[in-house]
């Protein structure tokens, strides 16, 4: 149970902090971030604080050692000499070197909000073919329409650069760098008062570190006018972009003058990589957790067997990840009345499910084990000193070497994005095998409510996870192989750590709109599945007398009654599950003619069925009659008031309730559809409008619903009843010997 309970206690750390972020402060110590820390740091305002003596000693000693060295004489790497490929150079001017390095290392595509309109206000005539004052080039950048949000284009949303300030305080913290406390402390203001610098999407190779966008943060912390930062309260909507130099008079903050190696301490490291992958990460493991909640609804949808998640097949192969998988899936399927019991074999259906849900611990399993690899090595990093050269102040030595190379940040994104695709693939095929009528073990083609000929609204849903999980498909592939030789050729090895993990960013979001597609056809396939389950639950007594008052016209010994209506009654189903694409005023006369032939063929205890071929007409009509009256009825009477949780396992029913009631997206009837009158409005346990496609301000689409199980993914509020899922699933298993998180 590895994965899930570090799932649990890094959830169960965050929201701590959320709920009280004040007194659940974090401590900068140089060891001990993690990913709740880095998250809750990066998407909102937690306490910083310093662990105690941290400055004062081990930073302190380690920029006293550094200068004692400077003035001995010795020759330091980025200290008095040139930088990479350009490292045979020397100065003696220390202080200016750094501000050098910042300087020319602001070499990234950074739109502004001010830039559009700018360029080209000179009144120059293009070509002679206009005379007017405005330019043809001032024109374009004035009113051309742009092909996207240059900014966004661009810039790291601002959560993973607050992410690359929280770790390269910590690495700092380590006290091996030789930086002044000075420096740190200015790093964590920028965290407290939400000081933001804005950095280049793109530039890094994540060699020497992410030099780049790094230096942007020196550029913020020295004050300079060309780095723009973001400043202002988010509630209030005052968050603007201006010059660090004048953000800082504002907030009444000093430049920060750099001393020797500051400049290089700042940029020479795997921050923005560690803290950019420390989010994509987090929510990659939830991603992975919600997979598998998703599974068992998909269990339940299908009417799967249980059987597949029986804990000796882990027993007899125990790979860990298969091991928690099955534990997981079977935990959320308990006491689920939709699933087949193990023992349970219908005539003429498969005996055994298909791979989509059958082998899902063996597929989830490696991933798991994926995801711990990667956690560790993120972890690992957002607590290691990643600069060159470094300070061993108990040896008196300064050391060079490569920490600043990200492989293992690259290595673990590579890794997490895999995972992702490979997640994905299995919500996909789950996915479609519960919109087939000829996969879906007896629901309706397209996952309709309606007659299967006046509605196909699944359609939809069909061909956007297929768009998604191709586009999965590509971002799987690696970057690692496509490293290029850089900076006169020194930097020859190059992770591409960073351009992973932004890639792993896409691909979170892309599974985020794929798992939302998922679960609003699982809600809606609960429900026809339990509406189903409803009308067999009518329709069986009410069949069962008729046929005793008219075959028993001709049947007179009450045995032969009952034996027979056994055998109606089962082959009755198995119609029902293969007329599903028809109407109902069309499918109900086709099964009863149907199963005439077990009328025909049957074989009562003494004698002939005398008259049987009129009484059988009389038999097949009124039945498809009353067939068709239950059937109606019973889905008029659901539609009014929809719930399926009576008959879901725990899992399925949290998921369920979360979607319908607090998110207020509803089972989908098109026919059945009437907009309310506005006192009658419908309003969701949370107080906000339940969202219904008969709006009658008709702003309600398929779209927008999946798009509200979507942002409760990207917000983690849909995560609330996820991890209560796999919380019940963590509780001492005795029996399999499996730990449990009370």
């Not at 070499?107 to 309109?117: F, I």
């Amino acid at each position: 149970m590895e994965h899930s309970l570090a799932v649990l206690s890094e959830w169960e750390k965050l929201i701590r902090i959320l709920e009280d972020p004040q007194t659940n402060e974090a401590a900068i110590d140089g060891k001990s971030l993690d990913l709740a820390t880095v998250v809750s740091i990066a998407r909102s305002l937690q306490r910083l604080v310093f662990a105690r003596g941290i400055l004062e000693l081990i930073v302190n000693e380690s920029a006293e050692f550094l200068t004692s060295c400077i003035v001995r004489g010795d020759c330091i790497y980025g200290v008095n000499t040139g930088f990479g490929g350009s490292a045979d150079t020397r100065t003696n001017e220390t202080d200016a070197l750094q501000r050098t390095l910042i300087h020319e290392l602001h070499y990234g595509v950074l739109a502004t909000p001010t830039v559009a309109g700018s360029q080209g206000q000179n009144g120059h005539v293009e070509n002679g073919y206009h005379a007017s004052s405005t330019s043809t080039a001032a024109l374009l950048s004035a009113e051309a329409l742009p092909n996207g949000d240059p900014v966004a284009a661009t810039a790291m949303p601002e959560a993973w650069v607050r992410a690359s300030l929280l770790v390269r305080c910590n690495s700092l913290a380590s006290g091996n760098s030789g930086v002044r406390p000075i420096l740190i402390e200015n790093l964590v203001d920028f965290l407290r008062k939400d000081i933001v610098p804005a950095i280049p999407l793109r530039g890094s190779i994540s060699a020497s570190g992410d030099l780049s966008p790094l230096a942007y943060i020196a550029g913020a912390l020295q004050g300079s006018p060309g780095t723009k930062v973001w400043i202002g309260d988010r509630k209030t909507e005052s968050r603007r972009l201006i010059s660090a130099d004048v953000a800082l008079s504002d907030l009444s903050l000093n430049p920060l003058h750099l001393g020797p190696k500051e400049g290089l301490a700042i940029v020479n490291g795997t921050s923005v990589s560690a803290g950019t992958a420390a989010l994509a990460l987090h929510d990659a493991h939830c991603l992975t957790v919600l997979a598998q909640v998703l599974t068992a609804m998909s269990v339940e949808a299908l009417r799967g067997n249980v059987e597949s998640f029986d804990p000796f097949f882990a027993a007899v192969r125990p790979h860990p990840g298969q091991v928690e998988a099955s534990h997981n899936i079977r935990s959320f399927l308990t006491g689920s009345k939709l699933v087949r019991p193990d023992d349970v074999d219908d005539d003429g259906s498969l005996r055994q499910d298909r791979y989509s849900i059958r082998t899902a611990p063996q597929w989830i399993g490696p991933e798991l084990e994926n995801l711990m690899l990667a956690h560790k090595q993120v972890v690992i990093e957002c607590n290691s000193t990643t600069d060159n050269p470094i300070i061993d102040t108990a040896g008196g030595r300064v050391l060079h070497g490569g920490n600043f190379q990200a492989m293992a940040i690259a290595s673990a994104m590579e890794r997490t994005r895999s995972t992702m695709q490979i997640i994905g693939r299995m919500l996909f095929v789950q996915c479609t095998e519960l919109i087939n009528p000829a996969l879906n073990n007896g629901l309706p083609p397209n996952l309709v409510a309606d007659e299967p000929s006046q509605s196909f609204i699944m359609k939809g849903i069909d061909i956007s996870i297929a768009a998604l999980q191709a586009e999965l498909g590509f971002l799987s592939n690696p970057v690692v192989s496509h490293v290029q030789t850089a900076e006169m050729g020194n930097q020859s090895l190059n992770s591409l750590a960073l351009v992973s993990a932004r890639y792993t960013h896409m691909a979170v979001d892309v599974l985020s709109q794929l798992a939302a597609d998922c679960l609003f056809a699982l809600c809606q396939a609960l429900d026809l599945r339990v509406m189903h389950y409803r009308f067999l639950e009518a329709l069986e007594p009410a069949f069962k007398e008729l046929t005793s008052e008219i075959l028993g016209k001709i049947l007179v010994q009450q045995k032969d009654l009952d034996r027979l209506h056994t055998k109606l009654w089962a082959h009755l189903q198995k119609e029902l599950g293969r007329t599903t694409n028809m109407d109902s005023i069309h499918r109900f006369p086709q099964i009863m003619t149907s199963i005439q032939l077990t009328v025909m063929s049957f074989e009562p205890s003494e004698g002939e069925l005398p008259g049987l071929m009129p009484v059988l007409k009389d038999w097949s009509h009124r039945c498809s009659l009353l067939s068709l009256h239950i059937f109606t009825a019973n889905r008029d009477k659901y539609l009014a008031r929809p719930d399926a949780t009576p008959l879901l396992g725990p899992a399925s029913r949290r998921m369920y309730k979360f979607v319908r009631e607090h998110l207020g997206v509803p089972f989908l009837c098109t026919q059945q559809r009437k907009p309310p009158p506005p006192e009658a409005a419908a309003v969701s346990s949370t107080g906000k409008p339940i969202l219904s496609e008969n709006d009658s301000r008709g702003s309600a689409t398929l779209g927008s619903m999946v798009t509200t199980i979507y942002t409760s993914i990207r917000d983690g509020a849909l995560y609330v009843p996820v991890m209560e899922c796999l919380r019940e699933a963590c509780r001492t298993d005795k029996n399999h010997g499996l730990w449990v998180k009370e």
